[in-house]
T-cell receptor
């Protein structure tokens, strides 16, 4: 069966520090991968999506970047965090024509 | 991508049937309609997906009229644990990179 791993669950980082959130998927090949951010009480904002290794599409210009070094690995990064980067980050995967499956999320607080 | 419009919030009571309607006037021929449920501090969870007419599973029913410009998620006999945010998505998820774009969702509050 397919599973998605996202870590860490919570993270507190100072302003100006770097960020690296990792997401891995098991049990499927060549999935579409997504990174979302959700502010408190708000909907999900799509940040990045990827349809293959090294293929990244950005939806919103921001202080973040994404990479897909392996088929089932998706990484969200920042060189210098801002206060506005705080939020709930979710990784998701899907295959063609099917629904998406989400990780448990990372609660990031930038202080 | 077709834009969706849902009520911001709804209230209901335990045991009642809840119907949440989503408008998607610009739905394309190849688009599917998918609903997700999200609890606080968790990722959304797939509920149901359909293309036309009616789809039913163990959790919900999805009603889609012939013109497909709207859809209604029906939750039978809700309980307190159904309190969550419900999202309607319209699109075709293919390897051309179709995005899963969420709208604001409907916040359902089930009261005792």
């Amino acid at each position: 069966s397919q599973t998605i791993h996202q870590w860490p669950a919570t993270l507190v980082q100072p302003v100006g520090s770097p960020l690296s959130l990792e997401c891995t998927v098991e049990g499927t090949s060549n999935p579409n991968l997504y990174w979302y951010r959700q502010a408190a009480g708000r909907g999900l904002q799509l940040l990045f999506y990827s349809v293959g290794i090294g293929q990244i599409s950005s939806e919103v210009p921001q202080n973040l970047s994404a990479s897909r070094p392996q088929d089932r690995q998706f990484i969200l990064s920042s060189k210098k965090l801002l206060l506005s980067d705080s939020g709930f980050y979710l990784c998701a995967w899907s295959v063609r024509g099917r629904e998406a499956f989400f990780g448990q999320g990372t609660r990031l607080t930038v202080v | 991508l077709a834009k969706t419009t849902q009520p911001i919030s709804m209230d209901s009571y335990e045991g009642q049937e809840v119907n949440i309607t989503c408008s998607h006037n610009n739905i394309a021929t190849n688009d599917y309609i998918t609903w997700y449920q999200q609890f606080p501090s968790q990722g959304p969870r797939f509920i149901i997906q359909g293309y036309k007419t009616k789809v039913t599973n163990e959790v919900a029913s999805l009603f889609i009229p012939a013109d497909r410009k709207s859809s209604t998620l029906s939750l039978p006999r809700v309980s307190l644990s159904d309190t969550a945010v419900y999202y309607c998505l319209v699109g075709v998820n293919n390897n051309a990179g179709n995005m899963l774009t969420f709208g604001g969702g409907t916040r359902l509050m089930v009261k005792p």
